[in-house]
C-alpha cells in the first residue's frame, strides 16, 4: 500500500525528477463533489499517494507534475 504524503512534498520530488509516473484515483463522490486523490511511482519503485481532495484541486496538481516530468 503507498505511503500517504501531502501536496507540497510530492511537488518536490516531482520537481527533482524523481516521480516517474503519475495517475488520478477517485476516492468517493459526495453529492456533486468529485474527491480524487494522486497516486505516483518514484524512480526507484516507491508509491506514494495525497489524501483525497477535490477534483478540480487534484488535477491542477496533477498538470503541474506532469509539466515537471516532462522538464527532466
Do not use: F, H, W
Amino acid at each position: 500500500m503507498p505511503e500517504t504524503i501531502d501536496v507540497l512534498k510530492l511537488e518536490g520530488l516531482a520537481i527533482n525528477g524523481l516521480v516517474k509516473e503519475s495517475a488520478i484515483l477517485d476516492c468517493e463522490k459526495r453529492g456533486k463533489i468529485r474527491m480524487s486523490k494522486l497516486l505516483v511511482k518514484l524512480v526507484n519503485g516507491e508509491e506514494y499517494e495525497t489524501p483525497c481532495y477535490e477534483y478540480p484541486r487534484i488535477s491542477r496538481v496533477y498538470v503541474l507534475i506532469s509539466k515537471y516530468r516532462e522538464l527532466q
